[in-house]
Antibody, heavy 122, light 107 residues
């Protein structure tokens, strides 16, 4: 079964850090662009970061550039998102999501994790 | 980046009726438009890609149409499990972008 399982969310003070993890199973992890998509309370979806299969190229939304770092370990089928200098407007559910096709720079998201909640508050 | 605008924000429909949701792109995205369904407390699920192709396992009562900048998701004979939020997403241009969602609620 194809599955993504996130962990690492929680409550953090403004300016603090968190590291999210996403464990993948059931597909050839190294072949796909992997992404982090977030949803703030009552808001739409926002792709905040993506990383190609080899890990050699990454994408960041302007809203997180310079503060978040995406990485992956294909030997462990794991994706991470290191979040630093967190702000109140980073409060959201963070989903790990897979692009549908290999070798895509733009695509649909065919598999999603269940999400992990990040709350930034003092 | 391309801005996706969905309307209406909320749609009230009775079970068994038809729901028509709209999504507009700020510039042409060809047919690279996807729709997702999101139920409370769940992750989004891919419904439609290529503007009109249903994803695996999606019932035929869901249909998508449109190209360029104007797109429609039609849900025929709404079932209880169809009441949810629906998101559109363009993947023609980098970066991919989403609309703000349309909530389909029970009338």
């Amino acid at each position: 079964e194809v599955q993504l399982l996130e962990s690492g969310g929680g409550l953090v003070q403004p300016g603090g850090s968190l590291r999210l993890s996403c464990a993948a199973s059931g597909f050839t992890f190294s072949s796909y662009v992997m992404n982090w998509v977030r949803q703030a309370p009552g808001k739409g979806l926002e792709r905040v970061s993506g990383i190609i299969g080899s890990g050699g190229s990454t994408y960041y939304a302007d809203s997180v550039k310079g503060r978040f770092t995406i990485s992956r370990d294909n030997s462990k089928n794991t994706l991470w998102l290191q979040m630093n200098s967190l702000r109140a407007d980073d409060t959201a559910i963070y989903y790990c999501a897979k692009f549908s096709a290999t070798e895509s720079t733009t695509d649909t998201f065919d598999i999603w994790g269940q999400g992990t909640t990040v709350t930034v508050s003092s | 980046e391309i801005v996706m605008t969905q309307s209406p924000a909320t749609l009230s429909v009775s079970p068994g009726e038809r729901a028509i949701l709209s999504c507009r792109a700020s510039q042409s995205v060809s047919s690279k438009l996807a729709w997702y369904q999101q139920k409370p407390g769940q992750a989004p699920r891919l419904l439609i890609y290529g503007a009109s192709t249903r994803a695996t396992g999606i019932p035929a009562r869901f249909s998508g149409s449109g190209s360029g900048t104007e797109f429609t998701l039609t849900i025929n004979s709404l079932q209880s499990e169809d009441f949810a939020v629906y998101h559109c997403q363009q993947y023609n241009n980098w970066p991919v972008t989403f609309g703000q969602g349309t909530k389909v609620e029970i009338k």
